[in-house]
């Protein structure tokens, strides 16, 4: 299988890096980060102290805003997870992300941005106000004899899987906390210069 992956510049902290891009809800979206760290030469070490993620909503009826982020170092020192929270509706284009310096080997170190989706109304409805919540939910088909629309809800299936994936996103698949819409392209790599 063909591996792609992007590349982080942490040592850049001058434009905004292009960490992931995505489509939900019809709407085409890329997330960019600007990244605060010092280089600790003598272990050839990034220490990252903070991160400040912008979403942008190019194309597409409906805006996605960040709603939460993390970022944490897997059993393997060299792997990272960046977990990044998007829900419709909101106009949160910003989100700053304390670090805690972390420690980031410079050059062998990949970061593996896990973006998830919250339900697009605070409700938890498939239908509010006309919008349809279409990453959660599947509509289609006529009204029962009292008006109602069954709204089954999706099931995800991870469409591809790495043998290398890292055992925290695996167990998050199985056990969400987060919610399980927006199934499609949730994932990339990010290897850091």
Known sequence: METFAGYIDLKDNSEWQEIYSSQLYDTFFGIFGIFSCDKVSENDHYILSKMKLKIINYKGVCDLGITDAEIFKTRDSSKFVLKIEVQALKSSTTFNLECNNLKIPQNQAEILVDRRVKKMHSDGSALLNGLFDNEFYYREGIADDNG??????????????????????????????????????????????
């Open 148 to 193: 109602n629309l069954p709204f089954p809800k999706r099931t995800p299936i991870p469409l591809v899987w790495s043998d290398d994936l890292p055992k925290e996103i695996l167990d998050e698949f199985i056990s969400p906390s987060y919610g399980v819409g927006g199934s499609k392209c949730p994932r990339r790599r990010i290897k850091v210069l």
